[in-house]
């Protein structure tokens, strides 16, 4: 009965799958559409720059625009009162014609400055500011138009994500940018959970439909740290990860050397950088593209929210099969059952839009499906196979099928543009990498009929136990620790220098660095489990091994909720993880059978 259910709830899911891959496949296409790569430096730190060095300001971007650099920021001061914009302050026309006649593309980096409000940086007489009064909305519109169109500008930023929050400045600005069909570039924040915000600014966004790129700036730290080979792979994660296709160059500062040369070693990174990228399907000389939003249909979103019950009922079963109450299982059932109607009347009705259920859908699947994926691992084994070979296949299958899923799913969920750019992020990121830990370890004791009592038993009638079990605390306590501590984007424990450099070595070879949770944890694990499974039943070693297979299918789901990066980018990812993990789970596999025949020899003896 159990296993007729299942059936039927996972066509279920392969149905509502099929009906919303749609949204995958167009997400596909506006990334494949994404594959251009402006590289621009910005005018004012190139003529400080300049002045500090030997080099004149034409030979400066001279060198530039033989590294890679293709684009010039140049900064545009909007001078404003009353929440009216007055002026523009901004470079001479004879700087903007040169650098027009040189080839490059002008990029417009705006900045507000309040009259009553003095600027230091808009007042430095390297930049020749010239002011133009503007008296009405239509002039200003028509002014920045004729501008756009005089130098064929196409992206605009704004100096610390910061826009006015004022309905007369972003209405200006949203035509503006309709108008001449301009690309916003959102500069990351440094956190790397997203774009550095400010409410104009997200207002902006959404009135224009979202015409926008991912934009990427060194902090003042690291252009003191980084040398030209460490910058060179920090802009091969932005462009590969984080789906950034706006690189603003900085010249490199490091106190050791001269001005002339942190600028030789930062052109050196350039030249490198735009090499290498065009070799792997980037192109550094096409404009960027204004993509479609690809926003859900209400019907989409609900088969989405269907797929996730289908699978918590699913995971009922499985543990349901070890709950002697049926009443339980029963209970269990009305609860996802209710609890996902609730969810589509809110949703139905406007109460909870589609960003906030995409969100809960993609949290979910991240939490349930690893947990599924490593309960039917356990299921296949109990099957009994002729030879390892056998088991360790039908065992992967399962694995690597219900995890999948939990990738198209999440995939599907979080397919527009809002979250490709980053605006909208995956939120609960220690919930999915823990709730599926702990959901594995009470499958475990079900199925093996180990109860809290049991434990408190054996540690009140055997000293020693106390002593192992302190013991296995501490140092469970530890791993632990580490574990979530080297979770996220800024971990709290950094990577050691080896760490570092071998993935550098895997960034280059194969561009889509697979992670170090799945082919040195997950696979080993996977391989061992299933070799220890019935052979050696004690639960001491199979438990961290379960546990460990679990950190690896998280992290394999968990590559799908980095929602920047592109879809082909985590699926490489994954397959070259799997192809290492088998061989780092052959190795596991001969060393244990290795220590196996030397623990039998030393026995013998």
Known sequence: ???????????????????????????????????????????????????SSELSLDDVFMMLNKSGVKAVSVDFVLNYKDNDITSFSHAPEDTLQKLNKEGFDIILNLSFRNNTVANS??????????????????????????????????????ENGIVPNSPNIIEVLSNIIKSGNLITGLTEAPTQDGYIKSPGLEMLIKKTDFYVNRLYKLSEKDLTQLSSVDLFYRWIRCASDRNIRIFEVKPLQNP?????????ETCKAIRKFTGYINTKGFNTNADLKILPDNFHTKVQDCALLINVACAFLICINIFGTFIKKCNIIVCSYLM?????????????????????????????????????????????????????????????????????????????????????????TFPGVPAAYIIPIVL????????????????????????????????????????????????????????????????????YHLFARPRFKEFLIGYPAIFVYIYFFKKNNKHSLLIPLGIMVTIGSITTINSFCHVFTPIHISVLRSFNGLILGIITGTLAIGLVKIGEKICNTLCCK
Do not use: W
């Open 440 to 507: 594995f370890v009470l499958n475990y004791c079900m199925v093996n009929n180990i109860h809290f009592r049991d434990i408190t038993y054996l540690a009140e009638s055997k000293k020693h136990f106390k002593l192992k079990a302190i013991f296995i605390l501490l140092v469970s306590s530890l791993l632990f620790t580490v574990y979530i501590t080297r979770t996220g984007n800024n971990p709290v424990i950094p990577a050691s220098r080896i760490e570092i450099s071998i993935r550098k070595l895997l960034e």
């Open 1 to 51: 009965m159990r296993v007729k259910t299942n059936t039927l709830l996972y066509c279920i899911i392969v149905f509502m799958l099929i009906y919303t891959f749609p949204l995958i496949m167009q997400r596909y296409i506006n990334e494949s559409n994404n594959k251009s790569i402006a590289i621009t430096a910005n005018l004012y730190d190139f003529m400080n720059l300049s002045i």
């Open 121 to 158: 940086k808009d007042n430095n007489p390297l930049l020749l500011i010239s002011d133009v009064d503007v008296y009405s909305p239509n002039e200003c519109i028509e002014y920045m138009n004729n501008l756009l169109t005089k130098y064929s500008i196409k992206y605009i930023t704004f």
């Open 336 to 424: 996802v059952l209710s609890a996902t109607s609730i969810i589509m009347i809110l949703y139905l009705n406007g109460i909870l839009s589609s960003d906030e259920l995409c969100r809960i859908i993609a949290l979910t699947a991240a939490i349930i499906y690893p947990s599924i994926a490593v309960q039917s691992l356990s299921e296949i084994n109990n099957i009994n196979f002729s030879c390892y070979i056998y088991k360790l296949v039908f065992s992967l299958s399962a694995l690597i099928s219900n995890i999948i899923i939990g990738c198209i799913t999440i995939s599907s969920a979080l397919s527009d543009i809002t979250f490709m750019m980053n605006i909208n």
């Open 256 to 264: 050791e050397r001269t001005v002339q040369q942190n600028f030789e």
